[in-house]
T-cell receptor, first 113, second 116 residues
C-alpha cells in the first residue's frame, strides 16, 4: 500500500531564517506531487506541483520554492521566511488522471516569530 | 474556471441525527468531484469521489453523496451521526482540462459538530 510521510509535524522559526520541509511517498512510482498551504476558513491553496523529477510548477508567486530531487521526494524551501509564511502546509500525491483523488500527509504547522 | 461553494462553515447535529453538508460547484465541463474529511492537525482523507459512473456515490463510514447536474450540487449525507464524525469536511472539484496534473479546487470547508 502507499504511504506519505511529511516532517516535521510542527516548526517554529524566526523571521528571516531558512526553511526546509520534506515529503516522501512510498509504494508507488512516478506520482504527481503537490504542496498546499491551508489557512483557517480559506480552504487549500495549491503552491507547487510536480509531474516528474526536476519538474516544478508554481501556482502563485511567493517567497517559497520547491524541488523534487528524487521520484518520491518533494521538498518545500525558503531562503528567508516572512511572517506571512505561517500556516499549515500539506503535501499530497496523486496518480495521473483527473478522476484520481489526492492523498495527503499529516501536514506541518509552521509558526513564524 | 471551476469553483466550489460549501454552504455553512459550521454545522451542528445531534448524535444519531442525519448529517447533511452542502456543496455546489461551478464547471463548464463535466466535473470530477470529491469529498474529503480532515481531523485536527491531520491531512485530508478521501471520503468518496464522483467520476460520472453513478450519480449516487457511497463512501467510507456510511457517507454518501448524490451528484445532481440540474442543481450543480454534490451534497454529502450520512443517516446517523456518530461522535467520531466531528471533523472538517471539504468538497473539491478536479478540472479535466488541466493537462498532466490534477488541478483541484477545494471549498472553504464545513466544520461538523456532533452533540451528544
Amino acid at each position: 500500500s502507499q504511504t506519505i510521510h511529511q516532517w516535521p509535524a510542527t516548526l517554529v522559526q524566526p523571521v528571516g531564517s531558512p526553511l526546509s520541509l520534506e515529503c516522501t511517498v512510498e509504494g508507488t512510482s512516478n506520482p504527481n506531487l503537490y504542496w498546499y498551504r491551508q489557512a483557517a476558513g480559506r480552504g487549500l491553496q495549491l503552491l507547487f506541483y510536480s509531474v516528474g523529477i526536476g519538474q516544478i510548477s508554481s501556482e502563485v508567486p511567493q517567497n517559497l520554492s520547491a524541488s523534487r530531487p528524487q521520484d518520491r521526494q518533494f521538498i518545500l524551501s525558503s531562503k528567508k521566511l516572512l511572517l506571512s509564511d505561517s500556516g499549515f502546509y500539506l503535501c499530497a500525491w496523486g496518480r495521473a488522471g483527473h478522476n484520481q483523488p489526492q492523498h495527503f500527509g499529516d501536514g506541518t504547522r509552521l509558526s513564524i516569530l | 474556471a471551476q469553483s466550489v461553494t460549501q454552504l455553512g462553515s459550521h454545522v451542528s447535529v445531534s448524535e444519531g441525527a442525519l448529517v447533511l453538508l452542502r456543496c455546489n460547484y461551478s464547471s463548464s465541463v463535466p466535473p470530477y468531484l470529491f469529498w474529503y474529511v480532515q481531523y485536527p492537525n491531520q491531512g485530508l482523507q478521501l471520503l468518496l469521489k464522483y467520476t460520472s459512473a453513478a450519480t449516487l456515490v457511497k463512501g467510507i463510514n456510511d457517507f454518501e453523496a448524490e451528484f445532481k447536474k440540474s442543481e450543480t450540487s454534490f451534497h454529502l449525507t450520512k443517516p446517523s451521526a456518530h461522535m467520531s464524525d466531528a471533523a472538517e469536511y471539504f468538497c473539491a472539484v478536479s478540472d479535466p482540462r488541466s493537462g498532466g496534473y490534477q488541478k483541484v479546487t477545494f471549498g472553504t470547508g464545513t466544520k461538523l459538530q456532533v452533540i451528544p
